[in-house]
């Protein structure tokens, strides 16, 4: 039987694993249109995004929520948990290659929300349109040392107790008490080591030297009771890149994405308005 | 007049040891400090120095313009908390005054206090006790410029006893969280395992639960062995704390209002008794219903 179609280096263009950089990942794709990737936040996965993307598709975008290496359903990276955002940044642009996607607009919140930042200086040229929800192009307060100290296990315990009250304490005054329980049980499906070197990654990344080359239409995003990201340094990313856009959110915390109902009309909308710029 | 005042109180100026109840608030009026009243200070004082009365001096520092002397903001604020007409013939003296200046004060701005109790405790003389008062004057535009504490002796209408339900720190209040978590099944599940000490320290009160195997075993100011960690927070924070809509003891962890001593290991490894013993605070404090 002769195979005419098919061939095992196919485009994917439907959700399921590729192999990427010696390992499986899983990417969700669904949707015609421009494609907008959209990245979750440290030690979590695409199912961040599972109320966000039916909204996207339907105002006519070409989805992909890729899992990170080591997170969700993707395979670990080779070279053990990523500790720095631009690994993830080039394996990200090599994805997007495989999918065969030249032009792309990005919504990543926390380290996807730096990760895009990341992605807007590396590769403006390839970006519509770039929306940062809770990241900062700073070094943020979190300390590297403490961290790192962290990944020793004999320094966490009670790690569940403490991702599930943590994220209780990340998420906005507006979201009820059982979906802000939902999050917090979801969020606790970690993986402390993964999750930890993210945050490694989180605290010594930084891009404000680099910022010069944001080119790419940019929204900044933030909850304005998120415990986690200081609003000032946002304020202050805003200023560093004159053409981008700021919107502070009331009642929200870490996780709009997740808080914010019907998210993906809000994110649509805010891609719309920086396409037509 | 205060936007928070309690119906069914005592007469204005009447207000005794009794009446009072950790968490309660007030707003006082507003009003304007003007160059008029720095001139006047200075004079008053004799604290003549160019950065309050001289403006081409004070155009060269970092504030541009003659700022208000620190301490006229704490003799206002007094005034203010004198309009409120709550101790008039029942206060004894002004114990303390703790304070900080955090943003200057300019002829013209308005102000106002923001007044909430942090501590009310009987004196061992029984007749007259201590009403802690937490203070904040506040600008117009909403910044917190000047914040303290002037705890002050008031008379008592009874002998007490006195509820403890809200005595952060104190053993008496120790003994009432202990009883609440005696029925704590979470609590007793969350220390099943553990042998130690928990101290909890509100401003200079402290108190330490000895827990063996889920069961608080002794309530004391000390433990032989001392306290395995504590925690350390102000009255403010405690009553905020106590008396929020949430317990968000990790926000408040993370501002640096709540610091912990001690093993640090045992303190995360008990990060689910921690907010159990403090979700029973929450709810001891919310049966002490003024």
């Known amino acids: 039987m002769s195979t005419?179609?098919?061939?095992?280096?196919?485009?994917?263009?439907?959700?399921?694993?590729?192999?990427?950089?010696?390992?499986?990942?899983?990417?969700?794709?669904?949707?015609?249109?421009?494609?907008?990737l959209l990245l979750h936040t440290a030690g979590q996965s695409g199912v961040q995004w599972r109320r966000t993307t039916p909204d996207l598709v339907a105002a006519g975008y070409r989805v992909v929520v890729p899992d990170l290496p080591g997170h969700g359903r993707s395979e670990p990276h080779p070279d053990g948990p990523v500790d720095d955002l631009g690994t993830y940044a080039a394996w990200l642009l090599d994805l997007l290659d495989l999918l065969a996607v030249e032009r792309f607009s990005v919504v990543g919140c926390s380290i996807g929300g730096k990760l895009t930042l990341d992605l807007a200086c590396r590769a403006s040229d390839r970006i519509d349109a770039a929306v940062a929800m809770a990241g900062v192009a700073q070094r943020p307060g979190l300390s590297e040392a403490g961290q790192r100290r962290e990944l020793e296990d004999s320094a966490s315990p009670s790690r569940a107790d403490r991702t599930y009250l943590g994220t209780l304490a990340s998420v906005g005054s507006a979201l009820p008490e059982a979906e802000a329980r939902l999050v917090a049980t979801m969020h606790r499906r970690e993986d402390p080591v993964v999750s930890t070197s993210d945050l490694v990654a989180w605290s010594r990344h930084d891009v404000t030297d680099r910022l010069d080359r944001l080119t790419c239409p940019l929204h900044l995003v933030a909850g304005r009771e998120d415990y986690w990201v200081d609003t000032r340094l946002v304020e202050a990313t805003a200023a560093a890149v004159p053409h981008a856009r700021l919107t502070l959110l009331d009642g929200v915390g870490h996780y709009p994405m997740e808080e914010i109902p019907r998210f993906g009309e809000t994110a649509a909308r805010w891609l719309d308005d920086l396409t037509r710029q | 007049?205060?936007?928070?005042?309690?119906?069914?109180?005592?007469?204005?100026?009447?207000?005794?040891?009794?009446?009072?109840?950790?968490?309660?608030?007030?707003?006082?009026?507003?009003?304007?400090?003007?160059?008029?009243?720095?001139?006047?200070?200075?004079?008053?004082?004799?604290?003549?120095?160019?950065?309050?009365?001289?403006?081409?001096?004070?155009?060269?520092?970092?504030?541009?313009?003659?700022?208000?002397?620190?301490?006229?903001?704490?003799?206002?604020?007094?005034?203010?908390?004198?309009?409120?007409?709550?101790?008039?013939?029942?206060?004894?003296?002004?114990?303390?005054?703790?304070?900080r200046y955090l943003a200057p004060i300019r002829p013209g701005d308005r102000v106002h206090a923001e007044l909430l109790i942090t501590g009310v405790r009987r004196t061992r003389e029984g007749s007259t006790g201590v009403v802690d008062r937490d203070l904040r004057l506040v600008g117009s535009d909403g910044t917190v410029v000047q914040e303290g504490q002037l705890p002050c002796l008031v008379r008592a209408r009874g002998a007490g006893p006195d509820p403890a339900e809200r005595a952060f720190g104190t053993t008496a209040w120790g003994e009432l969280l202990a009883r609440s978590l005696a029925d704590d099944r979470a609590f007793a599940s969350a220390t099943a395992t553990w042998d130690g000490a928990i101290g909890l320290h509100c401003g200079e009160q402290g108190v330490q639960l000895r827990i063996y195997r889920g069961t608080v075993l002794e309530v004391a100011r000390r433990t032989p062995s001392g306290p395995t960690f504590a925690l350390h927070a102000s009255p403010r924070a405690w009553t905020e704390l106590a008396l929020g809509p949430t317990n968000d003891l990790i926000q408040r962890s993370g501002r640096g209002e709540f610091t912990m001593s001690g093993n640090a290991y045992e303190y995360l490894r008990l990060t689910k008794a921690v907010h159990l013993l403090v979700d029973a605070a929450r709810a001891l404090a919310g049966k002490d219903a003024a």
């Open chain 1, 4 to 36: 005419t179609t098919s061939p095992a280096r196919a485009v994917p263009t439907t959700t399921g694993y590729v192999e990427l950089h010696g390992a499986l990942a899983f990417v969700e794709i669904v949707g015609s249109g421009p494609t907008v």
């Open chain 2, 1 to 99: 007049m205060n936007d928070r005042s309690y119906t069914g109180g005592p007469p204005a100026g009447e207000w005794h040891l009794e009446d009072f109840r950790v968490g309660q608030r007030w707003t006082t009026v507003e009003r304007e400090v003007t160059a008029a009243d720095v001139a006047d200070f200075a004079r008053l004082s004799g604290d003549t120095h160019p950065l309050h009365v001289d403006e081409e001096y004070a155009a060269s520092t970092r504030f541009g313009v003659p700022i208000a002397h620190g301490p006229l903001g704490v003799a206002v604020t007094m005034g203010l908390l004198h309009e409120l007409h709550l101790v008039d013939t029942t206060i004894v003296a002004l114990l303390g005054t703790t304070w």
